[in-house]
């Protein structure tokens, strides 16, 4: 939901003509940046809690969190993650289809190569090396521990990781949108 709203929200004023709108406001990249970047974490604050609420009045179904904290820090910074790549596909595409081939060769494959489905420990060295290496098993296993209480990985590595890749993310969504790269016709 995050990558949705993110990239959505640009990709339509782009082709609705009314990306203008919001570019002639007397707005910073950083804070267009931050705007995009709330709404879309909002977003997948509230579809989270929402499932969640679901999910804990079903019957027979427990949901409970072992350690609030990772499941914030872990839940946020993928939200904030998807939310700078939504970003930078809203800017990059130019119909709906660029946003759909982003989403079905990016962002699914990173998913489901995260260890959502699988044990990474039980995965060869290399492959192992590779999981660990995509940032969206840091987010995953992180959020998982702090609902079951384990991880595949060291979670204070996973949060520095994390850190340094939204930063990353950061600057190159504040270059891009600075410029005005396929944003000002």
């Known amino acids: 939901n995050s990558f949705a709203n993110s990239s959505s929200s640009i990709l339509v004023a782009k082709v609705q003509g009314s ?5 002639m406001p007397p707005l910073s990249a950083g804070e267009l940046m931050l705007a995009w970047v709330a709404g879309a974490v909002t977003r997948a ?3 989270g809690l ?3 609420a679901a999910l804990a009045l079903a019957p027979g179904v427990a949901v409970t969190v072992h350690d ?3 499941v914030v820090y872990f839940g946020t910074m993928g939200s904030v ?3 700078l790549l939504g970003i930078l596909t809203g800017i990059w595409s130019d119909k709906f289809d660029h946003a759909a081939a982003v989403t079905n ?3 699914q494959p990173l998913t489901l190569l995260s260890g959502t489905f699988y044990a990474v420990e039980r995965l060869g060295p290399t492959a192992a090396a590779i999981a ?3 940032p969206f098993f840091h987010v995953i296993d992180g959020f998982r521990a702090g609902f079951i209480g384990a991880s595949d990985g060291p979670l204070g590595q996973a949060a520095v990781m994390l850190v340094l890749v939204n930063a990353s993310l950061w600057a190159l969504c504040y270059r891009v949108v600075r410029s005005g790269w396929k944003l000002r016709g």
């Open 132 to 134: 660990h290496a995509n």
């Open 68 to 70: 609030p904290l990772p």
């Open 50 to 52: 929402a499932v969640w």
């Open 105 to 107: 060769f990016v962002i």
């Open 81 to 83: 993650l998807l939310a």
């Open 19 to 23: 990306i203008i709108d919001v570019l």
């Open 45 to 47: 604050w509230a579809v």
